[in-house]
């Protein structure tokens, strides 16, 4: 599981913040409410959750809060039956 | 708290007797005089004697809290208007304030007003392109911003030859700024206390807001200091803003609702308000408005929606018994949520109708007066709003057929042009009439019904985005041969947009080619423009002469009749 948890915040970084820009991101870091990802970013996360893991994230369980922190998606991808 | 009797009057009372003259009167304003927003909204209030009220309470994300009274607030925009002013920015040029809510934001509004340059607020997720129109198009000369959105400004510079100065508020000294950059701490600055404020009159320009078109780079519609006249009565008669009022409004002064209502008509008012600068959740939202005792709230439908859907229950886990009057903007509030909000704070939300252009709420549901959940309401008085026939902008008599929302011209708070472009403000007014681009009909007694945009601008979280950015930035990715851009049906934002696309050959329909398109386009214009959806498709409907016909798109999207397709020169 760290290996995932590595390669999401690496996306979250790589994706989410203008080149440059050097806010310390880690696995608790909120990244909704922090204001790294939009509530409209949050749609192409969840794409990018879907298709690395090849899973379908239902719309009631991609919230602000099961996204607002790598640990968080990463507990939401445990409920999910990724390991 | 004092009486809570509605300010406005019942409305078919206050219709017979409202001029602007009584705002005016008020303010303290006669025509022909010295007005300056700057300066109603920070020095008139405190020689009122409310200089010890709190005018801003700020909270960050991370729970961090900042006061500050009108006095503050009065002498820190001095300081800004100064820090401008020796700068060397004079009276005119634009200055634009590129930030997330932070309280710089708010303050530097006031303060650029103050020595009489036009604020240009843009919303802070906007990528380098949509920044890059928009700083051309209004050759700006200086920019406030953060240091976490000075990388955006960076790649754009070389584009910029007028941009002079770029002021970084929150410059920590760990990394050298670079040639035009500049430090401003607003909290450690000098106060000011006194300061010479630049004399406009009702007519000088004042602020300079973008909005979307169909076609077109997006429009600087351009505002003048008089508009505080509407501002100012709108804020105190529909959101009935009352001295002991905290008042919340959520919207972001990158976008007229935030500037409108979340800066000038709230603290020409004398009101105190809160800001908080965090990402969107239902608790923390609660949170918020129980922590500081919020009574007065204007949100969107788009958050109301979204609270919606964490239920009931989420509400009444807080003491939310402070709120007494909600209202909201944006899009259409449906009945449903109208319904809702009674359920979970015990009141309704009040919808309001307005836009960019008009400066100032149009037709509204007042307190005191029946809502009738769905309706946008009734017109405000003093502003005559009707519907006219779509093709000849002839006022409609007969109740409840659609036309086009249309005001008569002449409110205070009437956009004045759209910056550099003359000739597509001219073509807004028909037969009389400035024309909003919206479709409604009016009932039998005087409501107003919300149908829909009358073009292909996508209303998406209340915010209006043009199809044709959103599809010339499509375009400059490498898989991308054609384009068109649609809002589609949402259940919280309203709309969202879609693309359709074919691709060049050698690309391959993938998921993984979507995400890609999807992060291009968000990183260039916005995440608002950023499709949420791409359907990769073999051809685009297109009329014999090569265009696009994005209604065809749309309303097989929406489920609704295709109508006249003689022009359509292939099948889909």
Known sequence: MSEIKDTILEYVKNEYLEEGDDREVTYDTPIISGGIVDSFSMVSLKVFLETKYNISIPDAKASPEAFDSVNNIIALLKELGVE | MTDHKPYMKPYEEEIKTFSWDISKNELGYKDGDVINIGEYCTDRICRMGKGEKLALIWEGYTGEEKRYTFNDMRQLTNSIAKYLTELGIKPGERVCLFMDKVPELYFGFLGVLKMGAIVQPLFSAFGPESLLTRLQDAGTSAIFTQKKHLPKVRNILKDLPGLNHIIVVDDDGVKPLREKETAFNMDKAERVDSFDIYPSKA?????????????????????????????????????????????????????????????????????????????????????????????????????????????????????????????????????????????????????????????????????????????????????????????TSVPIEKKGVVGMIAIKPGWPSMIRTYWNNEITYKSKFQNGWYLCGDRASIDEEGYFWFVGRDDDVINTGGHLVGPFEIESALLEHPAVAESAAIGKPDPINMEVVKAFITLKPGFDQTKMLELEIMNFVRKKLSALAMPQEIEFVDTLPKTRSGKIMRRVLRAQEWGEEIGDISTLENDM
């Open chain 2, 203 to 391: 007519e000088t320009p004042s602020v300079l807001h973008y909005t979307s078109g169909t076609t077109g780079k997006p429009k600087g519609a351009q505002h003048v200091h008089y508009s505080l006249i509407s501002q100012y009565m709108t804020a105190k008669y529909v959101l009935d803003i009352k001295d002991d009022d905290i008042y919340w409004c959520t919207a972001d002064p990158g976008w007229v609702t935030g500037t409108s209502y979340g800066i000038i008509g709230a603290w020409s008012n004398g009101a105190t308000q809160c800001v908080l600068d965090a990402g969107f959740k239902s608790e923390s939202w609660y949170k918020f408005i129980e922590k500081h005792k919020i009574s007065m709230w204007y949100s969107a439908p788009t958050a109301i929606r979204a609270l919606m859907k964490d239920g009931t229950e989420t509400a009444k886990k807080f003491d939310l018994s402070s709120l007494r009057h909600l209202a909201s903007v944006g899009e259409p509030l449906n009945a449903e949520a109208v319904i809702w909000s009674k359920e979970a704070f015990g009141i309704m939300f009040h919808d309001t109708f307005w836009q960019t252009e008009t400066g100032c709420i149009v037709v509204s549901n007042y307190p005191g007066m029946k809502i009738k959940p769905g309706s946008m309401g009734k017109p405000f008085p003093g502003i005559e709003v009707t519907v006219v026939d779509l093709k």
